[in-house]
């Protein structure tokens, strides 16, 4: 059975720091592009940040580049986020999902809180 | 960037009847890039359809996509309780590389 389970979120002040994480098993991780997909409370959901399966190539939305950075363990079948210059419009549920051209699997997500 | 804009909003149907959702491109988009999800309450995203017209695993026949360019559309043939929910189209491109529409709320009427 597929898993992707996250971890990691939290409350934390603007300007702060967040390292998420995604454990996977149950499918070849090493062979998969992989997301960061984020959804605001009450709101729909926005593409953050994806990673080839090497690692070799990373692409991000606009506004969070430069302030958070993908990054995968393969070794460890692992996606993380880190996650810096936090702001308050970054507060959302954080879910990790597989795939370049759409995405078929998803974890359960992680809050997110960005306030003072 | 491609934007992608769903209608309706909201639609409001009973169970028994067809679902019609649209998703209309600011670009053309390749077929092969532009995907269905449902998400229900608290719940992850489920992908539904590929491809603009291929199901995903473990998908009802009664699930179907159309459309290509700028205009595309999801149908459910006959809706159960179960497929009341937002749906999203999503897709893939150049800069940046994935978005998704809005959303399309189907309420029970």
């Known amino acids: 059975e597929v898993q992707l389970v996250e971890s990691g979120g939290g409350l934390v002040q603007p300007g702060g720091s967040l390292r998420l994480s995604c454990a996977a098993s149950?499918?070849?991780?090493?062979?998969?592009?992989m997301n960061w997909v984020r959804q605001a409370p009450g709101k729909g959901l926005e593409w953050v940040a994806n990673?080839?399966?090497?690692?070799?190539?990373?692409y991000y939305v606009d506004s969070v580049k430069g302030r958070f950075t993908i990054s995968r363990d393969n070794a460890k079948n692992s996606l993380y986020l880190q996650m810096n210059s936090l702001r308050a419009e970054d507060t959302a549920v954080y879910y990790c999902?597989?795939?370049?051209?759409?995405?078929?699997?998803w974890g359960q997500g992680t809050l997110v809180t960005v306030s003072s | 960037e491609i934007v992608l804009t769903q209608s309706p909003g909201t639609l409001s149907l009973s169970p028994g009847e067809r679902a019609t959702l649209s998703c209309r491109a600011s670009?053309?988009?390749?077929?092969?890039?532009l995907a269905w999800y449902q998400q229900k309450p608290g719940q992850p995203p489920r992908l539904l359809i590929y491809?603009?017209?291929s199901r995903a695993t473990g998908i009802p026949d009664r699930f179907s996509g159309s459309g290509s360019g700028t205009d595309f559309t999801l149908t459910i043939s006959r809706l159960e309780p179960e497929d009341f929910a937002v749906y999203y189209c999503q897709q893939y491109g150049s800069s940046p590389p994935i978005t998704f529409g809005q959303g399309t709320r189907l309420e029970i009427k």
């Open positions: 670009q053309s988009v390749s077929s092969s890039y």
């Open positions: 149950g499918f070849t991780f090493s062979s998969y592009w």
């Open positions: 990673i080839k399966q090497d690692g070799s190539e990373k």
């Open positions: 491809g603009a017209s």
């Open positions: 999902c597989s795939g370049l051209y759409y995405f078929d699997y």
